[in-house]
């Protein structure tokens, strides 16, 4: 029979290839009975079935070695160096497994297995608590699905499955809207006193007082009045409309909402890219100064990298603090619906996948209802409502009127809790700033075709390249405007 050691040469062998099942059942084989007292076998399976992503048998294996070391050399220096070093690896493994049970899930999600993504999941809250070091993709609005289930007390499999495929819908359109391009930097357009403000915010005269962060403006207040209502009237469900004609704001998260469009890169035109940097129509509606006169104001060009990446945690769910939340600047595309042709538009251009998850999204929300309708006790219809809310609210402030799609507006939205210090109130506005300051991210700012004097501002693109953003160039508008 052969000895551990003269397996090494065969173990190694196998490793490099990454053949790690053979390694298992090498030193399964009977040759190796009278080795079982032999930490190293049970070491060297524990790191095969780590590789073979098998956590439970590797832990298993682990702990066993970790007995055998205790049990016969605990007062060996070396050895005893191992053994911490296991119980480390075996408190890593244990992390691991359990975020395992989350990416399974995932992956159940994915694969439209909803009652095996449902359990999945379930096992995972139940095994990680409160305690993440790293918040898995769509945390929040998986577990606050997870947990209606269960505080709903729903057990018919048809019932989860249709909750569970209301939460992959919304996930699918996150996915599907979230800004990709590489490419394009955005535009904002504004008048040039707030252009001031963002740019000079550490000055003397400002005594440091201004941050110099983008302002993102409370949605119900914003100039489209039907901002947040397009997806309540595409679902055209009296029930949903009663949920949100009713709903007491103070009890949700209210949804702050910053405002860009694609821009070049750099001030020349980049074929394929189409730029709103200095568009005649955004001139006369956005472009203008504080007493509102048209195409008197600027646009500010944000480089790309003010924005975060995509991380699937922005979702609009209440009680916040139970659930990881981090807060951050990233892009989406806006949404458009055209009423009369009923479908949905992403720039200018009709998306069919989102078109045929929207129709689901509409019959899975109507079905929801009429699924509980007969039953509705006091809680029921208590959760109801608040699965209903919260799904149509993690997307409906991504939707506007195919009126606008010439925009190609794309967003940053932040949901805060109605208490948060972060709500400014100020000149009757309403509002929640950026989390990075924007000076230093601003390329170049376009004065607008009718600004009066235009040279006096070239004094901003010293002061701004003097503060260290050397990029930073002030282009005057190619515009004709009367």
């Not at 979230?178 to 040039?192: G, I, P, R």
């Not at 402030?397 to 967003?411: G, H, L, P, Q, V």
Request: charged share 30%; with cysteine.
């Amino acid at each position: 029979m052969k000895s551990f050691e003269e397996l090494k040469k065969t173990i190694e062998k196998y490793d490099k290839n990454k053949e790690y099942d053979k390694i298992v059942e090498l030193l399964d084989d009977r040759t190796m009975q009278h080795n079982l007292n032999d930490y190293r076998v049970y070491l060297v399976k524990a790191i095969n079935y780590y590789k073979l992503n098998n956590l439970k048998e590797a832990i298993n294996l682990a702990e066993q070695a970790i007995n055998l070391l205790e049990r016969n050399t605990t007062s060996d220096l070396e050895k005893r160096s191992i053994i911490d070093k296991w119980k480390e690896n075996i408190s890593d493994f244990r992390k691991w497994e359990i975020d395992n049970y989350y990416n399974q899930a995932y992956g159940y999600l994915e694969t439209k297995e909803y009652t095996k993504a449902y359990e999945n999941f379930s096992l995972y809250f139940d095994l990680s608590k409160n305690d993440l070091e790293v918040v898995p993709l769509h945390y929040p609005i998986i577990k606050y699905t997870v947990t209606s289930i269960d505080q709903m007390k729903i057990k018919e499999k048809s019932e989860i499955i249709l909750v569970m495929c209301l939460l992959y819908l919304v996930i699918k359109i996150h996915n599907i809207i979230k800004y990709k391009s590489e490419d394009v930097s955005a535009a904002h357009y504004t008048n040039l006193s707030v252009a001031q403000f963002i740019l000079q915010y550490d000055s003397k005269e400002n005594k440091g007082e201004h941050t110099g962060k983008f302002q993102f403006c409370y949605a119900p207040l914003m100039n489209d009045p039907e901002e947040g209502d397009i997806l309540i009237q595409f679902i055209d469900n009296p029930f949903v409309d009663n949920v949100f004609s009713n709903n007491i704001q103070k009890d949700n998260l209210l949804p702050f909402i910053g405002s860009f469009m694609p821009a070049n890169n750099s001030a020349d035109n980049n074929p394929g890219i189409t730029s709103h940097e200095d568009d005649l129509v955004m001139w006369r509606t956005y472009g203008k100064d504080e007493l509102g006169s048209e195409a008197k104001g600027c646009s500010i060009i944000l480089d790309k990298s003010f924005f975060d990446e995509y991380e699937g945690t922005r979702f609009p769910i209440n009680n916040v603090s139970d659930y990881p939340f981090k807060r951050c600047d990233s892009l989406f595309n806006v949404i458009y619906y055209n009423k009369r042709k009923k479908h949905f538009i992403i720039n200018q251009e009709k998306n069919e996948p989102l078109n045929n998850i929207m129709t689901e999204f509409k019959d899975k929300i109507s079905m929801l209802v009429k699924l509980f309708e007969n039953e509705l006790t006091t809680v029921k219809n208590k959760y109801v409502n608040d699965l209903v809310f919260t799904f149509i609210s993690c997307i409906r402030y991504f939707m506007k009127s195919a009126d606008y799609a010439y925009e190609n507006e794309i967003r940053v939205i932040h949901f805060e809790e109605p208490s948060s210090d972060r709500i400014i109130m100020k000149d009757k506005r309403t509002y929640v700033e950026s989390d990075k300051v924007a000076r230093d991210y601003i390329v170049r700012m376009n004065l607008g075709p009718k600004v009066k004097d235009p040279e006096k501002y070239k004094f901003l693109e010293v002061f701004v390249n003097n503060s260290g953003n050397r990029k930073f160039k002030i282009f005057y508008s190619r515009c004709l405007f009367r």
